[in-house]
């Protein structure tokens, strides 16, 4: 188990075992936030995990939006560069690595929004 303690605030994160935690073959993560405050903790943690969302679906459309004019010039679908790109097919340029960093960036960034997504508050 992991602890941190800032400004008053004790937060344990713990990996439950079992069968009734199970999805897909995994568990599912508690987090427990201790706090002399709990019910404005929870408002406190539900509005910073939903502006993180908001963050995140912002750099989402701004990724996709380079994506698209990497497409657009090249004529490629960022499927069919990135499976030429790893296969050597193409010259390595500046624009090459930056397309590639931006594909691999919205990957990243889908990642951390879906998680969000998932959580769930317990009562």
Excluded: C
């Excluded at 936030?33 to 969302?53: D, F």
């Amino acid at each position: 188990m992991a602890f941190m303690e800032d400004a008053g605030l004790v937060i344990e994160a713990e990996l439950l075992r079992g069968n009734p935690y199970r999805i897909s073959g995994g568990h599912m993560a508690e987090l427990k936030l201790i706090s002399p405050r709990q019910r404005q903790l929870k408002h406190l943690v539900e509005a910073a995990l939903h502006n993180e969302l908001r963050l995140l679906e912002a750099g989402i459309r701004r990724t996709e939006q380079r994506i698209q004019e990497f497409e657009t010039r090249h004529a490629l679908s960022s499927a069919e560069f990135v499976s030429r790109y790893e296969q050597d097919e193409l010259k390595e340029t500046l624009e090459f690595v930056e397309w590639i960093g931006e594909y691999r960036l919205l990957e990243r960034l889908r990642e951390k929004a879906d998680i969000l997504r998932e959580i769930q508050f317990a009562d």
